[in-house]
């Protein structure tokens, strides 16, 4: 089946910690996206990547990097883990015409202790 | 600064109509999307404007104002199954999106 598949599912990650989520498309979209969701808030986007090879910064990208060696994969990096880095973490992808909406996975659960 | 304005919660009877309204304040518009999210669920895309007037599909409609910088989502024929948030999100400038923080929906038998 088509679609946007993220890894792990859910995480409990010590403080200082570097952890790396992954992402992988399997639509050839060429945009991909990250955004963490937090209660009583958006969606704030953390990084994003227009192209394979190309990556941008969102709203809240500090302790955050992103990497797009490919069409398929958009892992998002933690360097060193802090507890206002937990959420949950949703990676997302489109064809990157205006009209089309994004797809995205099913999320990663982060609790940061 | 940029904004998406909409209402924290809404109640409705199963088989009744409901509007949830979204106004927006932006830098630039170039698009305005409705999304469904079920809890501990993923958003799933429901309804696209960009021009003004209404959009139906189904038992979905999505209506956008640019003028007034205003959209409204509404649900005929209310289900059980349509306890969720509802996201509305705006393409900016930029073409980033920017998200409100959900309209809670909570459908009573």
């Known amino acids: 089946i088509a679609g946007i598949t993220q890894a792990p599912t859910s995480q409990i990650l010590a403080a200082g910690r570097r952890m790396t989520l992954r992402c992988t498309q399997d639509?050839?979209?060429?945009?991909m996206y990250w955004y963490r969701q937090d209660l009583g808030l958006g969606l704030r986007l953390i990084h994003y990547?227009?192209?394979?090879?190309?990556?941008g910064k969102g709203e809240v990208p500090d302790g955050y990097s992103v990497s797009r060696a490919n069409t398929d994969d958009f892992p998002l990096t933690l360097a060193s883990a802090v507890p206002s880095q937990t959420s949950v973490y949703f990676c997302?992808?489109?064809?990157?015409?205006?009209?089309?909406?994004?797809?995205f996975g099913d999320g990663t659960r982060l609790s940061i202790l | 600064g940029q904004n998406i304005d909409q209402p924290t919660e809404m109640t409705a009877t199963e088989g009744a109509i409901v509007q949830i309204n979204c106004t927006y304040q932006?830098?630039?518009?170039?698009?305005l999307f409705w999304y469904q999210q079920h809890a501990g669920e993923a958003p799933t895309f429901l309804s696209y404007?960009?021009l003004d007037g209404l959009e139906e599909k189904g038992r979905f409609s999505s209506f956008l104002s640019r003028s007034k910088g205003y959209s409204y989502l509404l649900l005929k024929e209310l289900q059980m199954k349509d306890s969720a948030s509802y996201l509305c999100?705006?393409?900016?400038?930029?073409?980033?999106?920017?998200w409100g923080a959900g309209t809670k929906l909570i459908i009573k038998p």
């Open positions: 932006t830098s630039g518009f170039n698009g």
């Open positions: 639509m050839r979209h060429n945009a």
């Open positions: 404007n960009v």
């Open positions: 997302a992808s489109s064809d990157g015409h205006s009209n089309q909406p994004q797809h």
């Open positions: 999100a705006v393409r900016d400038s930029n073409y980033q999106l920017i």
């Open positions: 990547s227009n192209t394979a090879g190309t990556t």
